[in-house]
T-cell receptor, first 116, second 114 residues
Framework: AQTVTQSQPEMSVQEAETVTLSCTYD???????LFWYKQPPSRQMILVIR??????QNATENRFSVNFQKAAKSFSLKISDSQLGDAAMYFC?????????????FGSGTQLTVLP | ETGVTQSPTHLIKTRGQQVTLRCSSQ?????VSWYQQALGQGPQFIFQ???????GRGNFPPRFSGLQFPNYSSELNVNALELDDSALYLC?????????????FGPGTRLLVL
């Protein structure tokens, strides 16, 4: 079974600065997808970024980018020019590319605080 | 494009009761997945429905059951509620059948069991 570990329960960053959230995962599969979701106090889980394991290039979405290290099974999220609206719980998630259900396996989350 | 919606937003039940939670999938999506998120934890997969059939199930007992309707909306039913069932229940929809599908979440239903 796949597991996802987020070792930083809480992080804080100054507004306009850069912060990196860590995620590691364990799998024996070679083809899979990795995601970062953001959950603000409104509770709705919002997709931030997605990475396909067979792509070597790191995904980027505006101020959000990932550092995907397949051999190390590491998938960190970098947030540049942090904004107050970035404050939320961030979840790393894994999904297999095989099998029928393709459910998401989530980490325990990192609570990000953005300081003005 | 309509996003994923869930009802109700909050619910209070007592131990032993039954509850039904509802989810409307995003337009164009045929797959619905349900997750349970206990306070301070990441979501846990309950089950998934694809074209009205259960397509996979997590480690949840049979008193958690579901349905998917021809319009791809879905229900989660929980019988014989226990105190530990208190959680946020999230529904996610996706365009199933491809490895590239991405799940989009609704706002959740907060269930409190007393």
């Amino acid at each position: 079974a796949q597991t996802v570990t987020q070792s930083q329960p809480e992080m804080s960053v100054q507004e306009a600065e850069t912060v990196t959230l860590s995620c590691t995962y364990d799998t024996s599969e070679s083809d899979y997808y990795l995601f970062w979701y953001k959950q603000p106090p409104s509770r709705q889980m919002i997709l931030v970024i997605r990475q396909e394991a067979y792509k070597q290039q790191n995904a980027t979405e505006n101020r959000f980018s990932v550092n995907f290290q397949k051999a190390a099974k590491s998938f960190s999220l970098k947030i540049s020019d942090s904004q107050l609206g970035d404050a939320a719980m961030y979840f790393c998630a894994y999904r297999s590319a095989s099998g029928s259900a393709r459910q998401l396996t989530f980490g325990s989350g990192t609570q990000l605080t953005v300081l003005p | 494009e309509t996003g994923v919606t869930q009802s109700p937003t909050h619910l209070i039940k007592t131990r032993g009761q039954q509850v039904t939670l509802r989810c409307s999938s995003q337009s164009g999506h045929n797959t619905v997945s349900w997750y349970q998120q206990a306070l301070g934890q990441g979501p846990q997969f309950i089950f998934q429905y694809y074209r009205e059939e259960e397509n996979g199930r997590g480690n949840f007992p049979p008193r958690f059951s579901g349905l998917q309707f021809p319009n791809y909306s879905s229900e989660l039913n929980v019988n014989a509620l226990e105190l530990d069932d208190s959680a946020l229940y999230l529904c996610a929809s996706s365009q199933g059948g491809t490895a590239k599908e991405t799940q989009y979440f609704g706002p959740g239903t907060r269930l409190l069991v007393l």
